[in-house]
């Protein structure tokens, strides 16, 4: 008990303190950046490796759908269980088992070549490794940050994340044109043991004390919370919606669009998926300067519509220029669009339910992604163009974002 009230009183001093002299956050912002930049490097080469190399742009769904299931499946344990031990440690042995992962397959490009059913089964292994640390990593800032900086803190830590989506992209699609795909694949390892090295070293002063709990119970206890909030229940039937008609379809169809449409090659599809980060980048940068406070729904929904529109204008580009100036402007109302309602439930939730909340808003999100896959690897099957799917999306979304403006209160006028 003396050591959990030790912890309490470093956690507070340290939450105190601004954020750049916050050991703890710097930490996690650290490890963030090498861990997202290692992702970034690893599925984007994963991708190219698919389409390019096998030559089966149509089954990308199929490795993506893989990855997703486990997720999907278990994310709401993930959170029960994020609530019940602390959170740093579920993120370093989730970072861990990312390691070994990698490096088999690493191993396994050395000695020969990797098939389409070898991506699917450790697409499956990734998941199951996702599920656990995005509910945990979902969740923990709110321990180390007061909640007056969270705003600041998001703003700071997806900044990052986009930041390595621009560079992550960038130079995978260099060093698969100069190396291997071997080189990529090392470089992530690298980049993922730098990012256990340092969730190691976060101290979080939490000692869930709900630890004596069974899972089922404490997994019901997370859907009747939400179920009581009728802007937590709603913000989870909108993000639901956007990952199926957006989400999805960008991430099989990104980089069929640059092959088929814009004919290029990986460097031109890093650009593209680059100027996707550095949009939402610039987003983050933004709300975190505006630290916004009122209205925040409402803004929120204009911003998802203008979203809608740049990523309809994505898919009206034949031009290289006029495509990545679409993306960034996607980036951008995509990244204003979530930050503010993200601070929102980080700083209302109960600190005890925030790994159960987190991970339903994450489940949510990647819910309905699995069919997304699986609806448009069908589409491209029967030989709908990739830009009719995308175009089809984007229109969804503004017609979307302009229903809950104007059939949901709930959402529009929360401050």
């Not at 199926?244 to 991430?251: A, H, K």
């Amino acid at each position: 008990m003396e050591n959990v009230r030790q912890s309490h009183i470093i956690a507070a001093s340290s939450k105190s303190t601004s954020l750049f002299r916050n050991s703890n956050f710097l930490y996690l912002w650290s490890a963030t950046l090498f861990s997202s930049f290692a992702l970034a490097l690893f599925t984007f080469s994963q991708t190219w490796y698919i389409v390019k190399t096998l030559n089966l742009q149509a089954s990308l769904g199929l490795v993506l759908l893989a990855s997703s299931v486990p997720r999907l499946v278990f994310m709401i344990v993930g959170g029960a269980v994020a609530d019940k031990f602390p959170k740093k440690n579920i993120m370093f042995i989730s970072n861990m088992i990312r390691i070994v992962l990698v490096s088999i397959l690493l191993l396994w490009l050395v000695a020969g070549d990797v098939t389409l059913y070898t991506l699917v089964i450790f697409a499956l292994c990734f998941g199951l490794a996702d599920a656990f640390f995005w509910s945990a990593d979902g969740s923990i800032l709110p321990e180390l940050v007061a909640k007056h900086r969270l705003t600041q803190a998001n703003s700071i830590t997806q900044m990052t994340n986009q930041s390595s989506l621009i560079l992550g992209p960038v130079l995978a699609g260099f060093l698969l044109k100069v190396t291997s795909y071997e080189a990529v694949f090392a470089l992530a390892i690298v980049l993922l043991i730098s990012a256990a090295f340092l969730v190691y070293h976060i101290k979080s002063g939490t000692q869930q004390e709900t630890r004596n709990g069974a899972i089922l119970t404490s997994i019901k206890e997370g859907i009747l919370y939400v179920k009581q909030s009728s802007f937590l229940t709603t913000l989870l039937i909108c993000s639901a919606f956007l990952n199926l008609f957006l989400i999805g379809p960008m991430q099989i169809g990104f980089p069929i669009f640059v092959k088929n449409v814009l004919q290029g090659d990986s460097v031109l599809f890093s650009y593209l998926e680059g100027s996707v980060g550095g949009g939402m980048a610039i987003g983050a940068i933004t709300v975190g300067l505006l630290n916004i406070q009122r209205r925040r729904g409402l803004f929120c929904i204009i911003m998802l519509f203008l979203s809608g529109i740049a990523f309809f204008f994505i898919t009206q580009s034949d031009i290289v220029w006029q495509a990545l100036l679409a993306s960034g402007l996607f980036g951008i109302a995509l990244a204003m669009a979530a930050l503010p309602l993200m601070a929102v439930i980080q700083s209302t939730v109960k600190e005890d339910m925030m790994g159960r909340v987190m991970s339903l808003m994450m489940l949510s999100s990647m819910g309905l992604i699995p069919l997304s896959y699986a609806a448009t690897s069908m589409l491209l099957t029967f030989g709908i163009p990739i830009v009719m799917i995308l175009k089809s999306g984007a229109v969804t979304i503004i017609l979307f974002a302009l229903f809950v403006a104007l059939r949901v209160p709930t959402v529009r006028r929360f401050d």
